[in-house]
C-alpha cells in the first residue's frame, strides 16, 4: 500500500475535557487508488487529512497510532524530512484557497517555488513548467495567470491554482480536502473532472474529502464513511451506492438528491446533529439518531469489521463467519 494508517487518534485537551476528533482511525490506500472519505461537519474529515500531514493545530497533537508513507513511519520524521514530503511526497489542497495561497506573491511563483525545491530545476525552467501545469490543469491564458495575484482570479480558478501548487512536486499521493466548498454547481464538476484528469494523468493516488457523498462516488474507487472520530464503513463505491449497509451511510445515501424522483418528493434527512466530541453518547455514537438503534448498541462501541464486501461497524450488520 501506499499510505497505511493504523489506529490514529488525534487528542486535544480543552477545558471541556479531552477531545477525540480521530478516535482508532485506520485504513490503507493503494498506488493508483481514489479513496474517498466522507461525513458531515464535525465528523473529523479534515482532522484526519491534518494528522496525516502533521499539521495539526495546537493544543492537538497525534497521540497514538501509525502513519506510514511507502513504509515510511510519517510521524517520527524529523523537520527538514518532513518539509521534503509535503509537497514531494504528499500533497495537499486545503479547503479555502483564499486561505491557503500566500495572498502577497503572485500564483506563478507560488507554484515554482514547489517545482524548484521538490524537483530540484532551474528558475527559468521551473517558470515554463509553471506555466505548462495551469495550461495542464485548465486555466486559460496560463502565462498570463501565473502573473496574477490569487485576488485576481476567480473561485474556480484559484482552486485550479492551488491544485497546481499541490501537484507541482509531483506527489505519489494527493488530499484533496473539501475541494468543491463554495463553488457553484459548473465549477464543482469542473474541478471533480479536474481530480479524474490528475488521477490519470499523473498516476497519483488521491485521498479526496467531502461531505457531498454524490460527488465522492461519481470520483473515488473505494469509499469510508466517517461518523464522531471514527470510521463506520468502507466499500467499494459500487457497493456503498447499491446497498449501503451502516444507517449512518443509508442516511446520507438518502439525503441526496434525485432528478426525476418525483414532483413534491421531500429530502430525507437524518434526525438530530453530530454529537458534541466533549459530550458523546455511550455505546455507538450514531445511535441516538439511528432508527434502528438497540438497547446494545447504547451499551457497547461496535468494531469496524468484515461484513463480506466491505467493513462495518454496527451490531444490525451480520459478521462474516
Same mark, same amino acid.
Given at each position: 500500500?501506499?499510505?497505511?494508517?493504523?489506529?490514529?487518534?488525534?487528542?486535544?485537551?480543552?477545558?471541556?475535557?479531552?477531545?477525540?476528533?480521530? $478516535?482508532?482511525?485506520?485504513?490503507a490506500?493503494?498506488?493508483?487508488?481514489?479513496?474517498?472519505?466522507?461525513?458531515?461537519?464535525?465528523?473529523?474529515?479534515?482532522?484526519?487529512?491534518?494528522?496525516?500531514?502533521?499539521?495539526?493545530?495546537? %493544543?492537538?497533537r497525534?497521540?497514538?497510532?501509525?502513519?506510514?508513507?511507502?513504509?515510511?513511519?510519517?510521524?517520527?520524521?524529523?523537520?527538514?524530512?518532513?518539509?521534503?514530503?509535503?509537497?514531494?511526497?504528499?500533497?495537499?489542497?486545503?479547503?479555502?484557497?483564499?486561505?491557503s495561497? $500566500?495572498?502577497?506573491?503572485?500564483?506563478?511563483?507560488?507554484?515554482?517555488?514547489?517545482?524548484?525545491?521538490?524537483?530540484?530545476?532551474?528558475?527559468?525552467?521551473?517558470?515554463r513548467?509553471?506555466?505548462?501545469?495551469?495550461?495542464?490543469?485548465?486555466?486559460?491564458?496560463?502565462?498570463?495567470?501565473?502573473?496574477?495575484? %490569487?485576488?485576481?482570479?476567480?473561485?474556480?480558478?484559484?482552486?485550479?491554482?492551488?491544485?497546481?501548487?499541490?501537484?507541482?512536486?509531483?506527489?505519489?499521493?494527493?488530499?484533496?480536502?473539501?475541494?468543491?466548498?463554495?463553488?457553484?454547481?459548473?465549477?464543482?464538476?469542473?474541478?471533480?473532472?479536474?481530480l479524474?484528469?490528475?488521477?490519470?494523468?499523473?498516476?497519483?493516488?488521491i485521498?479526496?474529502?467531502?461531505?457531498?457523498l454524490?460527488?465522492?462516488?461519481?470520483?473515488?474507487?473505494?469509499?469510508?464513511v466517517?461518523?464522531?472520530?471514527?470510521?463506520?464503513?468502507?466499500?467499494?463505491?459500487?457497493?456503498?451506492?447499491r446497498?449501503?449497509?451502516?444507517?449512518?451511510?443509508?442516511?446520507?445515501?438518502?439525503?441526496i438528491?434525485?432528478?426525476g424522483?418525483?414532483?413534491?418528493?421531500?429530502?430525507e434527512?437524518?434526525?438530530?446533529?453530530?454529537?458534541?466530541?466533549?459530550?458523546?453518547?455511550?455505546?455507538?455514537?450514531?445511535?441516538?439518531?439511528?432508527?434502528?438503534?438497540?438497547?446494545?448498541?447504547?451499551?457497547?462501541?461496535?468494531r469496524l469489521?468484515?461484513?463480506?464486501?466491505?467493513?462495518?461497524?454496527?451490531?444490525?450488520?451480520?459478521?462474516?463467519?
Amino acid at each position: 500500500m501506499l499510505l497505511s494508517v493504523s489506529g490514529l487518534r488525534t487528542r486535544f485537551e480543552v477545558d471541556e475535557g479531552e477531545l477525540w476528533p480521530v $478516535n482508532g482511525v485506520s485504513f490503507a490506500v493503494a498506488a493508483g487508488e481514489t479513496l474517498g472519505l466522507v461525513g458531515e461537519s464535525g465528523s473529523g474529515k479534515s482532522m484526519v487529512a491534518l494528522s496525516i500531514m502533521d499539521l495539526v493545530p495546537s %493544543p492537538g497533537r497525534v497521540v497514538a497510532g501509525e502513519v506510514a508513507f511507502e513504509g515510511l513511519d510519517l510521524l517520527s520524521l524529523g523537520g527538514a524530512a518532513k518539509r521534503r514530503m509535503r509537497g514531494g511526497g504528499i500533497g495537499m489542497v486545503f479547503q479555502d484557497p483564499a486561505v491557503s495561497l $500566500n495572498p502577497v506573491y503572485r500564483i506563478g511563483d507560488q507554484i515554482a517555488d514547489v517545482v524548484r525545491l521538490h524537483r530540484g530545476l532551474g528558475k527559468a525552467e521551473a517558470r515554463r513548467e509553471t506555466v505548462h501545469l495551469l495550461g495542464d490543469l485548465g486555466i486559460q491564458e496560463p502565462e498570463k495567470r501565473a502573473r496574477a495575484y %490569487p485576488f485576481e482570479l476567480s473561485g474556480g480558478m484559484r482552486q485550479r491554482a492551488q491544485i497546481a501548487v499541490a501537484v507541482a512536486g509531483r506527489p505519489k499521493l494527493l488530499i484533496a480536502d473539501e475541494p468543491t466548498t463554495a463553488l457553484d454547481a459548473t465549477v464543482q464538476a469542473e474541478i471533480c473532472d479536474l481530480l479524474k484528469y490528475i488521477q490519470g494523468e499523473f498516476g497519483m493516488s488521491i485521498l479526496l474529502i467531502s461531505h457531498d457523498l454524490a460527488m465522492v462516488t461519481d470520483v473515488a474507487d473505494r469509499i469510508m464513511v466517517m461518523y464522531a472520530g471514527r470510521i463506520v464503513e468502507i466499500g467499494h463505491w459500487t457497493a456503498i451506492s447499491r446497498e449501503p449497509r451502516h444507517p449512518y451511510t443509508k442516511g446520507l445515501m438518502g439525503a441526496i438528491p434525485h432528478l426525476g424522483a418525483g414532483s413534491g418528493r421531500p429530502l430525507e434527512s437524518i434526525p438530530g446533529t453530530v454529537p458534541d466530541l466533549a459530550d458523546l453518547p455511550t455505546g455507538c455514537s450514531f445511535h441516538p439518531r439511528c432508527p434502528e438503534a438497540g438497547d446494545d448498541c447504547q451499551a457497547a462501541l461496535p468494531r469496524l469489521e468484515d461484513v463480506g464486501d466491505r467493513l462495518c461497524a454496527c451490531f444490525r450488520v451480520g459478521r462474516s463467519k
